[in-house]
Each structure stands twice: as C-alpha cells, then as structure tokens.
C-alpha cells in the first residue's frame, strides 16, 4: 500500500516512510492510504467471530503490504496487544466497547503500541537510535511513553506542565525508567509543545540526533484503531441472537471525540467491510464537527476546557483526513453529529448508572447520552422538523442533513456501541461527584501510584532544554 498526502496528492510515500515521518515534511499535509482495501468476505461471513488478533492481521495486511513479512506482522500484533477490547450489553440496545484494558487503562494504547513496534521495525537497520520527543497534557504521553518503554533503539522524552495535569496523569507520566525519560517544565502544555517544536527545527540538533514525533497523526496509530471496531460489529453480530434475539442488528457506533482520530479509524473500518450502518460524532462543547455536519461550514475555534479533557480540541487535527476520505454528503448520509455539555456530561454518567448499573467515564458519558438520546425520541423529532437552536446540546442539524438511518433510529430498529475510551478510575473524582462512589481502581493503574518520581525538573527555557538533550541522548 502507498500513502498520499491530503494536501497535494500528488506526494506519494511507502508505509515505512509514512510511520517514521508522522507528517509530510514540506507541505505539513497527513497520510492516507491511496485506497481503502475490502477486508475477505469468507473472513466478514465466518459462522464464529474472529478473534482480536485475527482481526489485527486481516486488516492491518494489506496496508502493510510487502513491507514486512506476515511472520513479522504476526509477531507484532501479538506483542503489541496482550490485551482486547471485550464488549459489554448493558441494556437491550446497547453495548460497551470496552477501550481500556490496555497499561496505561485509555484507548490510546491500541495505536500507541502499534505504532511503537512499527517504528522499531523499520528503524532496526540503523545504527543510531531514534529519540522521540512527546509533549503531552495527559493521556498521550503515558501511552506512548508506556509503548515505547523497552523497545530498542529508540528512546522517548516526555515534556508535561507541572502542576497542570491530574495528580494521577502526572504519576502514570514521572514513574517511567529504562529508555523513557520524562521532564516537568515550569509552564504551560503550549509551552512544552513549543519546546519541542523549536527542537525539530534546530538544525544544530537535528545534525547531532535523530528526533521524531509520535503523536496522534501518525498513520500507524490511526490504522490499528480500526481493528476493534470491526472486532465489536463482528462479535456483536454473533452474540445479538443469544443476547437479545436481535438479528442483522444494525449497528450504530458512538464515538466521543477530540481530535477525531478515533473516529477516522471507525470510517476505515466501515469502508473495509466492517458491518456497520452507521455513527454517530459525539464531542463536548468544542462542537467543531458536529457544526460542520449541520451547517456544511468548517469553523476551527480556541478549544474549551470541559469535565471530558481529552476531547477539548477545538481544531481537530484529523478532519483533514475525513475530508479527504469523503464528500460531505457522504459524511453526512453516514454520521449524526451531537454535542454535550458539561451538565449534561454528569447528567449521562449518572443515568448510565443508574438504568444499567454501569459505570461510565465522562468521555464515554458524552455517548451514552448521544446513542440514548438519539434512539429515545430524538431522531424521531429531529425528522419531525423539531431542530436545536445553534447554542443548545443535542442532536445537530435538521431533517434535511439526517443520516441515511435516521428513520430505522427513530422506530428503534437499531443497536448501539458506545465507545468507552477511558477507565472510570481515571476520572475518580467527577464519577464519584456523578454517583455518590469513586469506581474502584484497576490494579495496574493503582501500582504507579506507590513508584518513585524520576521526572526531572526543566526551566521554560530552550537553552536548558537543547543542553539537557545533548547531554542525555548524544
Ligand atoms: C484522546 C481521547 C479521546 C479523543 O479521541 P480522538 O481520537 O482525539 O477523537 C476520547 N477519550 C479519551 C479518554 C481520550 O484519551
């Protein structure tokens, strides 16, 4: 598989040089694969659902391509993912994928470890080591630091705001050893991202190291992220007979999102094969998407802190990639767009509770309250011309822009997956404010909390921050 670049189509790249370049380095477009491959029918048709890592090789084959041996791949999914992605019913229409059985308990896991081994692989010719550099406020790092951590020949530097991020972020990101190295810089997360920024463009350092990024852009983590949709919708189509005498269910997916990777991956899947009917964009009040879906316009906007902090993104880095794989009508015929507002967002993690005896986190709560909203009465009024004004949370758009499955929403012929992008114990304190009882704490989380701090304090200073380089990594 070769990869275009979004910006001028006419720059094509293999995948090795996609993963290990993040971005196009001249015109700072994104990869996408050249064409979207159909996954096997005999493997969408099998009588029992494949397993996660059968899923993992299907689809993550053809988009490797020749590039890497079938052994080699084999050995990288199994190495990357000890861990699935269970799905739980919590009600008659509704499942959870469940995102968070990865080390570091957030979805990011899934491409962050992918993305770490591919980079191994195609860097294990060199001689000198890759060092990537990481600015993080919160959930990023931990993942990437996490998946890198023992992979050779690359090391990884993590910058965070000290002070700035939750006392739990800030262990799961000071507590790393061996080749993952953290620095709590005096300031703020755009002054770590411009720390780092200012590095790669140093020419004096670029000579001396070879540094690269690693954040969400990258294509080997966008791709992997597709493997547990089609893994949920397969398993949901076996099991929806035993749990709920549902047939060819048909499926929507709701996703919270921030930067709309997650989401990008969904649209992959869906176009492989994956049988899913459709989605639903679910964000919190940085409301970007859901108001390009209803208005047709694309208004990035400053970002908003809200209760679902990986979600505040105001200019989601990824649009750029569903825009170049559709056409807003297409994008429009397939997903609803709904936003949430903080109220509303501890609203949804105590009804989730309450009706399920489920305990959600509040990026996960954004869509239990969209699926639910959605199919109890609120695509039924949206086809009925009953429209939120543009400052109300809800459903976006009118009956004009509704998805193509609006009408089977409404009359309730559809199943929904909720997208549980987070453990609950992250977010103790707002479940507990939600609920009345902080949701108990997964033991792998609970162990970076009695680990030694090894971050290492750094001034809001490039100076500082060039001669800690030199002097660490050369
Ligand atoms: C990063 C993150 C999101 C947003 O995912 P995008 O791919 O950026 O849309 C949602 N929930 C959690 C818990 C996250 O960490």
């Not at 988009?63 to 084999?74: I, K, P, R, Y």
């Not at 996490?146 to 507590?175: C, M, N």
């Not at 919708?233 to 047939?247: F, P, T, V």
């Not at 009925?384 to 409404?410: H, I, V």
């Amino acid at each position: 598989m070769k990869y275009r670049d979004t910006r001028d189509p006419s720059r094509i790249v293999s995948f090795r040089t996609a993963v290990l370049q993040g971005m196009d380095p001249v015109t700072g477009g994104l990869y996408v694969p050249e064409e979207i491959p159909a996954l096997p029918k005999p493997f969408l048709t099998r009588n029992l659902a494949p397993s996660f890592r059968d899923v993992a090789l299907e689809t993550a084959r053809p988009f490797v391509g020749d590039e890497m041996s079938e052994g080699e791949l084999m050995a990288l999914i199994a190495d990357a993912y000890p861990f699935t992605a269970p799905i739980s019913p919590i009600d008659p229409t509704t499942y959870v994928l469940e995102l968070f059985h990865g080390p570091t308990c957030a979805f990011k896991d899934f491409g962050a470890r992918f993305m770490a081994r591919a980079m191994a692989h195609f860097n294990r010719d060199e001689k000198d080591s890759l060092h990537i550099l990481v600015a993080t406020s919160g959930d990023t790092g931990s993942a990437v630091g996490s998946a890198f951590h023992g992979v050779s020949g690359i090391d990884v530097t993590i910058l965070y705001p000290r002070g700035k991020i939750s006392p739990l972020q800030e262990k799961q990101l000071s507590t790393f050893d061996g080749n993952v190295r953290s620095l709590s810089v005096e300031g703020t997360f755009d002054d770590c991202q411009k720390l780092v920024k200012t590095a790669f463009t140093d020419d004096g350092l670029r000579g001396k190291l070879r540094l690269s990024s690693a954040n969400s852009i990258n294509i080997s983590r966008l791709l992997p992220q597709s493997f547990y949709y089609t893994y949920g919708a397969l398993l949901i189509r076996d099991r929806g007979r035993y749990d709920n005498n549902i047939d060819s269910p048909q499926l929507i997916v709701t996703v919270p999102s921030g930067n709309f990777g997650n989401l990008t991956s969904g649209l992959i899947a869906r176009k492989m094969g994956a049988p899913i009917r459709g989605f639903i964009a679910a964000t919190n009040s940085n409301r970007t998407v859901p108001d390009w879906l209803s208005s047709g316009d694309y208004k990035a906007r400053p970002s908003v802190a809200t209760l679902s902090n990986a979600m505040d993104v105001g200019a989601p880095s990824n649009f750029e990639r569903m825009e170049s794989l559709m056409s807003l009508e297409e994008a429009r015929s397939m997903m609803a767009g709904y936003w949430l507002d903080d109220s509303g967002t501890m609203e949804g993690i105590r009804s989730c509770h309450e009706r399920t005896g489920y305990i959600i986190d509040p990026h996960g709560a954004v869509a239990w309250r969209a699926w639910d909203d959605a199919r109890s009465g609120g695509m039924a009024a949206l086809l009925e011309g009953k429209t939120n004004g543009p400052g109300q949370p809800g459903l976006a758009g009118t009956a004009a822009t509704a998805p193509e499955w609006a009408r089977d929403c409404a009359d309730r012929k559809c199943v929904g997956l909720i997208l549980e992008t987070a453990h609950p114990a992250k977010f103790g304190e707002t479940v507990r404010e939600a609920i009345g009882r902080e949701p108990s704490i997964p033991d792998r989380l609970e162990k970076v909390l009695h680990l030694p701090d090894r971050s290492q304090p750094l001034r809001n200073d490039y100076g500082d921050f060039k001669e800690w380089l030199l002097a660490n990594l050369g």
